[in-house]
Every structure is written in C-alpha cells, then in structure tokens.
T-cell receptor, first 115, second 115 residues
C-alpha cells in the first residue's frame, strides 16, 4: 500500500524568504504525485502534479516541486514567500487506475509566515 | 460550472443522531470520491463512485456509514447513530475518469461536530 510522509508538522518562515516543504512517498510503481494547499475554512486546491517527464514541475502561485525517484521524494519549493502563503500543505500520491486513482495524503505541513 | 459543492458546510449534532451530507460534483465528472479529514491530519479516503456504482469502500467506513450516488450525479453520505469520533471534515472530490491527469477537484467540505 502506498504511503506519504511529511516530516515537518510546522514551518515558520519570514516573508520574502524561501520555503521548502518535504515529502517522502512509498509506492511500488511510477507514482502520480500531487501537492495541495488548504487555507482555513477552504477546500483543497491543487498546486501542482507530477506524472512523468521533466522531474521539475511548475505549479500555480510560484510554487515548484522536484521529483527524485532515488530518494522517493517530491519536495515543494517557493523562492520568495508571501504572507498569503500561510496555509496547510498536503502532499499526496494516487493509487493506480485499477485502484480508482484514490489519493493517499501525508499528514500536512502548516506554514506560518512572519512579517 | 462553479466547481464541486457540498451542503451543509457545517453540521452540529448530538451523539446518536443521524446526519446526511450532500455533494454535487462538477457536471460531466463520472468519478466521485469521499474523504474524511480529522483535526491536524491529512484527508483519508472513504469511498468512491464511478457513475452510480460504488466501487470501493475503505475499512474506515463502518456499517454506520452509507453513501449513494443515484443516477450518477450528486452523492449523499449518511452517518447513522453518530459518535463523537465521527467529528471531522468530510470532503468530496470529483474527476473525469478519461482524464489521464486524473485531477480531483475538491469541494469546500462539510464540518461535522458531534456533541
């Protein structure tokens, strides 16, 4: 069964500083990987996804993520954080087609942005 | 189309009562998923439908839970004899099965509080 680990529960970053959120996955085949963001009282919004090809994926809101198969990682980065980036971030892996592509999420990383 | 909608957004109930939530997916989306998110955790898969057929149920879905998707459009999730442990955010997502990217679009969720 697939699993996702987000080692950092909370991260505090100053506005304008860079941000990196870690994600490690366990999956037997080529993974379909996702990063979602959840603001208070809101649903999940997709930031970016990886299926194949270029291992550096660009997403919305200036985010990017890099897939590293050798490390089973899919870390999310942003060069310069804005106050509006304060939210909870979830990494997820999709089960294959035969399993309905259901998502397995990590526990999330809450990002706090200091002025 | 305005995306996935869920109703109600909040529900407070007393232990032992029955509750029902509704999810309206994006029109034309033939896949519909239910997830549950408890405080401080990532969402966990509960069940999914393809059209009107319920194809998988998680072990998290006890006998007190039932989900339907009549006519393959909206879906309902009913919890009978609610327990305090059922308090959580219930998220619905929809996707198009032929979409190779299998992007799931999430609704805003229904927050259930069982007193």
């Amino acid at each position: 069964a697939q699993s996702v680990t987000q080692p950092d529960i909370h991260i505090t970053v100053s506005e304008g500083a860079s941000l990196e959120l870690r994600c490690n996955y366990s999956y037997g085949a080529t993974p379909y990987l996702f990063w979602y963001v959840q603001s208070p009282g809101q649903g999940l919004q997709l930031l970016l996804k990886y299926f194949s090809g270029d291992t550096l994926v660009q997403g919305i809101k200036g985010f990017e993520a890099e897939f590293k198969r050798s490390q089973s990682s899919f870390n999310l980065r942003k060069p310069s954080v804005h106050w509006s980036d304060a939210a909870e971030y979830f990494c997820a892996v999709a089960a294959g087609k035969a399993a309905g592509n259901k998502l397995t999420f990590g526990g999330g990383t809450r990002v706090l942005v200091k002025p | 189309d305005t995306g996935v909608s869920q109703d109600p957004r909040h529900k407070i109930t007393k232990r032992g009562q029955n509750v029902t939530f509704r999810c309206d997916p994006i029109s034309e989306h033939n896949r519909l998923y239910w997830y549950r998110q408890t405080l401080g955790q990532g969402p966990e898969f509960l069940t999914y439908f393809q059209n009107e057929a319920q194809l998988e149920k998680s072990r998290l879905l006890s006998d007190r839970f039932s989900a339907e998707r009549p006519k393959g459009s909206f879906s309902t999730l009913e919890i009978q004899r609610t327990e305090q442990g059922d308090s959580a955010m219930y998220l619905c997502a929809s996707s198009l099965v032929v979409d190779i990217n299998n992007e799931q679009f999430f609704g805003p969720g229904t927050r259930l509080t069982v007193l």
